[in-house]
């Protein structure tokens, strides 16, 4: 019983992990899209700090809000 109890647990683990991670890479591209310029190249190219740190944050919020509807 405590076996599969902690395989569901487990299994209930990886799939809400992966959902997490595929919702905030889907946000990433919506937010790619919503901006006029190029956010790879942006951050990659030209090392423009001040998007990365938005960049982080949207990313931030966006795994804090996925996390919360996750978890209720």
Same mark, same amino acid.
């Given at each position: ?5 902690? @395989?569901?647990?487990? /299994? ?6 992966? !959902? #997490? $991670? &595929? ?15 190029? @956010?790879?190249?942006? /951050? ?6 001040? !998007? #990365? $740190? &938005? ?18």
């Amino acid at each position: 019983m405590l076996e599969k109890l902690a @395989l569901g647990d487990l /299994l209930a683990t990886i799939v809400y992990s992966m !959902l #997490g $991670i &595929v919702l905030a890479l889907l946000s990433y591209r919506i937010f790619n899209f919503s901006v006029p310029f190029d @956010l790879t190249k942006e /951050l990659e190219d030209d090392q423009n700090v001040a !998007l #990365g $740190i &938005v960049c982080g944050a949207m990313m931030l919020g966006v795994a804090i809000i996925i996390a919360a509807a996750i978890s209720s």
